[in-house]
């Protein structure tokens, strides 16, 4: 028998990669941003308000804002497990289930969204990859908040001026597990002024020069602040660079923040 043919590959790539690919990659983040920075639900029961920053040209952390039903409303953050390119195709399945569930008949409660999500990562995505996601649910006709938590840092919930509660993980993350829709998450009275901080965990870990941690204490400090700035995207912006000098955070960070104005 002949000598089997190698089916080696050798990838060359242009010689001026620079050039031809860049300009792609920061085209493919003014997308996401795009996907991202959708016009806020107009309900005077609800308000919120985000910050993002890529570590890279294209990001795999991505939030929403959006009402799965007239009482239903969803704030999401999301932190798929990749880097770049891979983490960005990733996150973008996320954008696309959002604008497509409004064509469809959803039943309007949270796991069935919960299980939605989880089914589109598991049919999507290769075995190892998986996306931590918080997920905030104000139901407005059962006059609840329900929180689900997906392998992502704790939700805090500002319930009076001193007042907070953490809800930490129940569970892993999207797509790991076959269906989660069935578990309960955390649930307490929908009541004016409260709050929800959700963050990713790029936030926490983003670095100093002299390569300390920003830290979950630090962290809910500037939480417990964000709500009394006018400018939520300049306030965040500055305390990473205050924190992070010169030296760039080398992950994605996501910051959201939502406030019930109304029952």
Known sequence: MGKKPSRTVKIVPPADFE????PELIRGGAIQRHAMARDAPDD???SARFYNRMANELGGDFY???FIKEDLCLAGCFDVAGKNISAALVASELAAFFETVKFFKVKARAGAVNSGLNALVRALCPEEIFVAAA???ADFKN???EIHNFGFPPVYVFT???SLLAVPASYPPLGIEENPGAKKGFVMPLKKKLRAALFSDGLI???NPRGVSY????CLGLLKALHREADFDAAIAAEIRRWCGKVAPRDDITVGEICVTGT
Not at 19 to 22: A, D, P, S, T
Not at 215 to 218: K, N, P, S, Y
């Open 44 to 46: 005077r029961r609800i």
């Open 64 to 66: 929403r804002l959006q």
């Open 143 to 145: 006059q609840r908040l």
């Open 19 to 22: 050039g031809k690919i860049r």
């Open 205 to 207: 870990d983003m670095k």
């Open 215 to 218: 830290g979950m204490d630090r």
């Open 135 to 137: 997920l905030v649910y």
């Open 160 to 162: 009076g001026t001193d």
